[in-house]
Nanobody, 125 residues
Framework: QVSLVESGGGSVQAGGSLRLSCEPI????????LGWFRHAPGKERETVAV????????YYADSVRGRFTISRVRGTESLSLQMNNLAPEDTATYLC??????????????????WGQGTLVTVSS
């Protein structure tokens, strides 16, 4: 069984930056995809970014493309999300997700095998 532990959330002013990290705990061969979701009060959960190990493919939500960068620590399954030029609308709890299923996209709940507890990001104007 795999669990995910996020860190790096906090409070920042608009225009600032934060870097989130996600550490998988548990033994597994390789993930098909790893990514970040976010959930803000009163809003639907949003897939922020996804990376596909073994490929150069990534996915970014339109709302974060050009400002956020998802990356993996080389040779590990650890994941990070560099968030630049943050805006108040980026305020949310950010959750790390992972799928071990071949061909998974990490874009749908039923694709996922593990969720983190989340880390809160608050951006003030």
């Amino acid at each position: 069984q795999v669990s995910l532990v996020e860190s790096g959330g906090g409070s920042v002013q608009a225009g600032g930056s934060l870097r989130l990290s996600c550490e998988p705990i548990g033994h597994f061969y390789s993930a098909s995809c790893l990514g970040w979701f976010r959930h803000a009060p009163g809003k639907e959960r949003e897939t922020v970014a996804v990376v596909y190990p073994g490929t150069t493919n990534t996915y970014y939500a339109d709302s974060v493309r050009g400002r956020f960068t998802i990356s993996r620590v080389r040779g590990t399954e650890s994941l990070s999300l560099q968030m630049n030029n943050l805006a108040p609308e980026d305020t949310a709890t950010y959750l790390c997700v992972l799928s071990l299923r071949p061909g998974a996209t990490c874009l749908k709940d039923n694709d996922l095998d593990a969720w983190g507890q989340g880390t809160l990001v608050t951006v003030s104007s």
